[in-house]
Structure formats: C-alpha cells, structure tokens
DNA sequence: CATATTTTTGACCAATTGGTTAAACCATTT
DNA sequence: AAATGGTTTAACCAATTGGTCAAAAATATG
C-alpha cells in the first residue's frame, strides 16, 4: 500500500465519519462522502465494496473507542472515589471533543442491534469486576456495594455523563430558555457528577 | 369528519407512529406505512400531503406526550423524597410501555434540533420552579438545592430514567452476557434510582 | 333513484440512490 | 519508451423513492 494509498483511504474514512455521525447510515448519501472527501464517487466503492462495509469500518471504530473509553479507569490505582472523580473528568472531556457519538452510537446500535454483538464479544466483563475487588474491595463493603448492584450503579454513572450529550438537542434548547450555556453546564457537570455519585453511594440514610 | 375518515386517518397515524418510531424518518419508507395501515399508498398523500407532514404530526404528538409525563409530578403535593418516588415509578412504568420512544425522539431531535422549538416554546419552565418552591421550598433550602444548581439536578434525574430505554440495545448485549435480565433490571431500577438521588441530595458529606 | 361528493385505488412519473464498467491516468519497472 | 500494475474518473444502469393523477368505488344528498 503506497503512500498515496493511505491518504485516500484515511480521507475516505474520516469524510465517511463525518458524514455518517451527522446524518446516520440511512440519512448519509455515498455523494455526500464523496464530496467531503473531494474525490469521485466510484473510488468510495474501489476501496470499500459497498455502503454497508464503509459503515461498518466507521461503526467498528468508534464503538471501539467509545469503550476503550472507559477502561483506564480500572487500571488507575486510586480509591474509589478518586475513580469517580477521574472518570467523570476524563470521560465528558472526551465527549466534548466528539460530541456527536453519543447520539450516533446509540441510534444505529437501535436500528441494528447486530452489530454491536462483535464488539461486546470482546469484552470480558468480569475481567473488570475482579479489578475492582482487588483494588477497591474494602471500599465495596463498606459502602455496601455487592456484585448485585453493578449493573444498576454502572449504568447510573454512564447515564449522567453520557446522557446530556445524547439529548443534547433538547438540553441546549431548554437552557436558552432559562439563560444557561451548554458549555458551562458541561464544564460543572465534570465535579457535579462525581460529586453526586460519591454521596449517593457514601450516604448511609 | 365522518366515522370511517376517523377510523382511517387513524390507522394511518398509528402505523406511521411505529414504523418512524423503529426506522426514523429516513429509514421509514412511505409504503412501509401504507402496508402496516393495510392500505393504499395514495391514501397516505390524500390524508397528510408529504411524508414530512405526516412524520411532523406524529413527532409532535409524541414529543408533547414525552414532556407531559414529567409534569404531573410537580402537581402532586407531596414531600421532595415522595415526588422523586412517585417520578420514578411512574415514568419508567411509562417508558416500559412504550420503550421506543426514547430513542426516537433523542435521535430526530438531533437530526433537527428545529422541530422541537415549537414545543419547547410553549413550556413555562420558570413555573415548575415556582410550584416546587411553594410546595417544597423548605426541603429545597435544607438540602441546599439552589437554583443553579437545578439544571445539573433535573438532567440528571432524567438521564437516570430515560438513558437505560435510549441505550437498550448496549445494556441488553451486555447483561446477557453477565446473565441479567433486562426487564428485572428495569423493574429494580424505579426503585434503584429514587433510593439513589435521594441519597445523593440528603447527604452532606 | 339519480346526482354530487368524498374516499380509495392502480398505474404512472421524475428524481434519486447505490452500484457497475470501461476507459483514462499515473507511477514503476524493464 | 513500452509494458505493467494499481488508481481515478465519467458515463451509465437498475431499482427504489416520494409523489401525482385520473378513474373507480363508496357514501351522502336531492
């Protein structure tokens, strides 16, 4: 593969990710693309056969990212809540730099729920449920966190940082409304969050 | 209007609800609708002229149901610890009752962020404010929820609900592999999430 | 019953879509 | 410089799409 190769491939797949993430598999239009990426239509289909493959390139990749995301989080030693608080800070400054996977994610993941299979299937997600014994074992008793509850709690966590860039349509429309910036929001949802979690699973009451 | 207009405008109304609900407006194919209502194309353009009628009278209708789901709850006269109870248990009864909805409307809002103004147009939000205040406005001032601080609040009380429907494909992938079943998790959750706000409100650690 | 009006249908259309193909282009090698 | 190989293009195609239209069927009106 030559270097002018890799060029018009990468162009093709960063145009593709573009206009895939902004209009969907069903809304984007091969012309679109090629427009984006500044060259023929036809060389869309001499490097990715069809539509579908082109998607399914872009798809793999950012689902791929978007979970690696949460990974470094059970590496880091740290307490409990200074996980938290780490992940929170790492994972919506992330979202601020792609602030449209959310909604695209979730979206064809709805439409198709196939593909997301292939993905999972390399996850092994006890592998993270024992890190966490080990690491914050005596935290997870003492908050009386049992193996029962991670699902409830993890998807508590994910949906607080995730969930306003995924609704962000309605939140930005909403705060104009009242005078607040999505963007201050965003910037305090980082310690807001972490904060919120930290009591809720420290309180006793 | 006669009785088989009704019937008819009706079935169409119905069927393109769930045939936009589960391939959005860009997948949704106006034959699609007519099959589903087990009638004649044509008859889609005789009730509503284009498609793009046709999808913006079942958006609003369900955009304005999605909102009025939130509002009986500040109606109510109830503690702030009952009125987060009493959201939980009804809201995600209801989105267990029409699970599509979530992901529908997060994902046409940010196709075009421009239809939802109109409704959003008609909300009072400031009156919310105010009805809480009078009704809770002690419990408000114990736990030291200012008004700034309601904006982080409310989406986070809302993500905790909404976000397990619009990203069910994710959740059901991973819990099958963990063996969880996701209509207990949902279950579980009404109570799951009151019990966790509340905690997270109440604590002053 | 005859007429007028509304509802429903099937045939049709122009535009768009993803995809194909053969020829042109270009760099390398011989 | 001629042949070779991969790369890029323009022209084209079959299928699908939203939408139209005139006629038929059903219903209401006199």
């Not at 902004?22 to 427009?35: F, S, V």
């Not at 005596?138 to 860039?165: D, G, H």
Request: aromatic share 12%.
């Amino acid at each position: 593969m030559s270097d002018s190769d890799k060029q018009t491939e990468e162009k093709i797949f960063d145009a593709a990710t573009e206009v895939f993430t902004e209009k969907g598999l069903d809304g984007a239009r091969m012309q679109d693309i090629a427009d984006q990426a500044g060259i023929n239509k036809s060389l869309l289909h001499y490097y990715y056969r069809t539509k579908d493959r082109l998607f399914n390139a872009v798809f793999e990749k950012i689902a791929a990212n978007m979970f690696s995301k949460f990974a470094p989080v059970f590496d880091e030693n740290l307490s409990l809540e200074d996980k938290i608080r780490f992940f929170y800070r790492e994972h919506i400054s992330f979202l601020q730099r792609n602030p449209r996977l959310p909604a695209f994610l979730l979206n064809e993941i709805n439409r198709n729920p196939e593909r997301l299979r292939k993905i999972i299937a390399t996850l092994d997600i006890e592998k993270f449920w024992d890190m966490l014994c080990a690491q914050n074992g005596k935290e997870l008793e003492e908050y009386n966190i049992t193996r029962e509850k991670i699902p409830q709690i993890m998807t508590t966590i994910a949906a607080i940082s995730v969930f306003p860039f995924a609704a962000r349509g309605i939140f930005e429309s909403l705060f104009k409304k009242i005078g607040i910036d999505f963007d201050t929001y965003l910037e305090e949802r980082k310690e807001f969050a972490a904060d919120f979690v930290i009591k809720a699973i420290k309180s006793k009451v």
